[in-house]
Every structure is written in C-alpha cells, then in structure tokens.
C-alpha cells in the first residue's frame, strides 16, 4: 500500500514568514511523529500524536512551532515566524498500535529559510 | 536522559569489504533498538531491529545484536556492495508511551567498486 507522504518536497522561503507542512500517514496507522534532520543536530523529536489524545510536544523547539493532526489522519505542523535556524529537513514518522517502535517515514520537507 | 552515540564518518570502503558501524547506547529500561538507512534521494527506511537482550537483527546481509552488557549495537555486514552506499543511523526507543525515537548522528557510507 501506499507509505507516509510528504509535501511540499521543498519549500524556500524567507525570514518572517510562515510556514505549513503536511504529512499523510499510512491509512490506519493510529501513531504519527514529526521528526527534525538537520546538519548540526542531527534527527530530533518534534511532536506524537496517538490517537485522540493530547500530543506529545515535548520536542518542539520554542513556541513558533505548533502541529495539529485533524481527524486522525493528515497532519500539519505550522512554523511561524521563520528563522534561519529553522531550516532543516522536516520528516514525518507513522506507526500502527501493534508494531511498537517500527516507524515508517515520509521523504522529508527541506526547508529553506533566507 | 536516552542517548545514542555511533562512530563518526565517513566511512570509505571497497566492494567486498568488511563492515562495521559501532553503536552504543544510554536508556532507561529495555530499550528496543534499530538500525535505520537512508539512500540518496530517498527516506529513513528500517533496515533491522532487536526488541530485547541477546536478540540479533538481520536484513539485507546486515547484522546487529543487542549486547545489554556492552550497552552496543553494531551493525556488520561482510562483503559490501556498491549499493549498501548510504547513511546509517542507529536509534532506539524505550517505550513508555510514545515510542519516540532517539537517534545517532548518523554515519555515511561510500562503497567504490
């Protein structure tokens, strides 16, 4: 079946402005991560959703950052403000509830802030 | 706090060589533990995984085993192809209830023919 996808697949902009990026899961998949990949740091958790119940946002980096997963499918996690520090590759993980840990993992967003 | 450290690249082989990535490991509890690869152009993909102590994950001619004394898990394989060339990551997740994952810096791998 089809895997986690991702869009854009690139996306520059400038500093200041906001940014949307969207993510669709694997159909039926309940568990839904937002990851970082970036040249200094490395992967880095952002943000779990499971289900209906309160996101996990322990890794997002400073309150510009939000996400929200409507429905229990297609996520979108929301940069506003952008920095230059932000730019990075932005990848979205899913999991179903009876396969502890195996993540499957969209191509990623490259961002580009100028 | 959970921590994985694995060997800083690039590592430069010939086809047919032998492989090592070296990987250790902070958690609390029984982490599950992972070997991911990323390919040029493309995304994370599993490439193996161990869920308790002593298990061995194998894939693709890859190989680790989870070693709770040595707290390791390095990835081997023992004739390298020009098509293993990628960047590996080590992860691992400790439960609780989000599976998050933590991972390694990353190693890329260049096999030459």
């Known amino acids: 079946g089809a895997g986690v996808s991702q869009s854009p697949s690139n996306k520059v902009t400038e500093k200041g402005k906001d940014v949307e990026l969207r993510c669709d899961p694997i159909?039926?998949?309940?568990?839904l991560y937002w990851y970082r990949q970036s040249l200094g740091q490395g992967l880095e958790f952002l943000i779990y959703?499971?289900?209906?119940?309160?996101?996990?946002k322990s890794g997002l980096p400073s309150d510009r950052f939000s996400a929200e997963r409507t429905g229990g499918s297609v996520s979108t996690l929301t940069i506003q403000r952008t920095q230059q520090e932000d730019s990075a590759v932005y990848l979205c993980?899913?999991?179903?509830?009876?396969?502890?840990?195996?993540?499957?993992f969209g191509p990623g967003t490259r961002l580009t802030v100028l | 706090g959970n921590s994985v450290t694995q060997m800083e690249g690039p590592v430069t082989l010939s086809e047919e060589a032998f492989l090592t990535i070296n990987c250790t490991y902070t958690?609390?509890?029984?982490?599950?533990l992972f070997w991911y690869v990323q390919y040029p152009g493309e995304g994370l993909q599993l490439l193996l995984k161990?869920?308790?102590?002593?298990d061995k994950g194998s894939n693709k001619g890859f190989e680790a085993t989870y070693r709770k004394e040595t707290t390791s898990f390095h990835l081997e394989k023992g004739s390298v192809q020009v098509s293993d060339s990628a960047v590996y990551f080590c992860?691992?997740?400790?439960?609780?209830?989000?599976?998050?994952?933590?991972f390694g810096k990353g190693t890329l791998l260049t096999v030459n023919p």
């Open positions: 993980a899913s999991r179903s509830s009876g396969r502890a840990g195996e993540q499957f």
């Open positions: 159909s039926g998949h309940t568990a």
């Open positions: 959703f499971q289900g209906n119940s309160a996101p996990d």
């Open positions: 958690a609390t509890g029984y982490p599950s």
């Open positions: 161990a869920t308790k102590a002593d």
């Open positions: 992860a691992l997740n400790s439960g609780g209830s989000n599976y998050k994952l933590t």
